[in-house]
């Protein structure tokens, strides 16, 4: 059964970045079926689609974030990761990854969460 | 960016009891069109995909349907760990991938 777990900084200062990782545990990043998403829910509000990497790398990234953004595979260590540069307290949430299908980005499988607190 | 609206923003239903949950797409998405539920604290989980399809696990009590720009999540007979949170979201025009602002379903 696959897992996901994501791990990173839990308080970063404004202007700073912003780096998590998403460990994959019960099956292979290089799948060529499924691809990785990460989504944030910042306190009491709703979902918000981050960005998408590929098995392969290639990249999809929301356009309000996209030039702050940079998302990378390490198939060595089967993890994915985030880094979100230039911080503001906008950027505090609870952030997921999860897995998507190559076909039909939804998510079938999530990680539980992390908190990330933007402040000084 | 196609816009997902969810309504109503809440819903109160007694347990038992049918309820019936709206997303309204800005353009047609055709059945792409999954749909979450979230506990508090917790991670949303996949309920239905393809517009009507159950994720694996998901019981029969729930059910989607629609296609093109209007949506419906209907739970049959609400049991009480289905008072949640409930999120739609398109995968037909991306990016960006674009959620509902979701309906909350508590008890009446």
Same mark, same amino acid.
């Given at each position: 059964?696959? @897992?996901?777990?994501?791990?990173?900084?839990?308080?970063?200062?404004?202007? @700073?970045?912003?780096?998590?990782?998403?460990?994959?545990?019960?099956?292979?990043?290089?799948?060529?079926?499924?691809?990785?998403?990460?989504?944030? @829910?910042?306190?009491?509000?709703?979902?918000?689609?981050?960005?998408?990497?590929?098995?392969?790398?290639?990249?999809?990234?929301?356009? =309000?974030?996209?030039?702050?953004?940079?998302? =990378?595979?390490?198939?060595?260590?089967?993890?994915? =990761?985030?880094?979100?540069?230039?911080?503001?307290?906008?950027? %505090?949430?609870?952030?997921?990854?999860?897995?998507?299908?190559?076909?039909?980005?939804?998510?079938?499988?999530?990680?539980?969460? %992390?908190?990330?607190?933007?402040?000084? | 960016?196609?816009?997902?609206?969810?309504? !109503?923003?809440?819903?109160?239903?007694?347990?038992?009891?049918?309820?019936?949950?709206?997303? +309204?797409?800005?353009?047609?998405?055709?059945?792409?069109?999954?749909?979450? &539920? &979230?506990? !508090?604290?917790?991670? !949303? +989980?996949?309920?239905?995909?393809?517009?009507?399809? +159950?994720?694996?696990?998901? !019981?029969?009590?729930?059910?989607?349907?629609?296609?093109?720009?209007?949506?419906?999540?209907?739970?049959?007979?609400?049991?009480?760990?289905?008072?949640?949170?409930?999120?739609?979201?398109?995968?037909?025009?991306?990016?960006?991938?674009?959620?509902?602002?979701?309906?909350?379903?508590?008890?009446?």
């Amino acid at each position: 059964q696959l @897992q996901l777990q994501e791990s990173g900084s839990g308080l970063v200062k404004p202007s @700073q970045t912003l780096s998590l990782t998403c460990a994959v545990s019960g099956g292979s990043i290089s799948s060529g079926d499924y691809s990785w998403t990460w989504i944030r @829910q910042p306190p009491g509000k709703g979902l918000e689609w981050i960005g998408y990497i590929s098995h392969s790398g290639n990249t999809y990234y929301s356009p =309000s974030l996209e030039s702050r953004l940079t998302m =990378s595979v390490d198939r060595s260590k089967n993890q994915f =990761s985030l880094r979100l540069m230039s911080v503001t307290a906008a950027d %505090t949430a609870v952030y997921y990854c999860g897995r998507t299908s190559l076909a039909y980005p939804f998510m079938d499988v999530w990680g539980q969460g %992390t908190t990330v607190t933007v402040s000084s | 960016e196609i816009v997902m609206t969810q309504s !109503p923003a809440t819903l109160s239903v007694s347990s038992g009891e049918r309820a019936t949950l709206s997303c +309204r797409a800005s353009q047609s998405v055709s059945s792409n069109l999954a749909w979450y &539920q &979230q506990k !508090p604290g917790q991670a !949303p +989980r996949l309920l239905i995909y393809g517009a009507s399809t +159950r994720a694996t696990g998901i !019981p029969a009590r729930f059910s989607g349907s629609g296609s093109g720009t209007e949506f419906t999540l209907t739970i049959s007979s609400l049991q009480s760990e289905d008072f949640a949170v409930y999120y739609c979201q398109q995968y037909d025009n991306w990016p960006p991938l674009t959620f509902g602002g979701g309906t909350t379903v508590d008890i009446k």
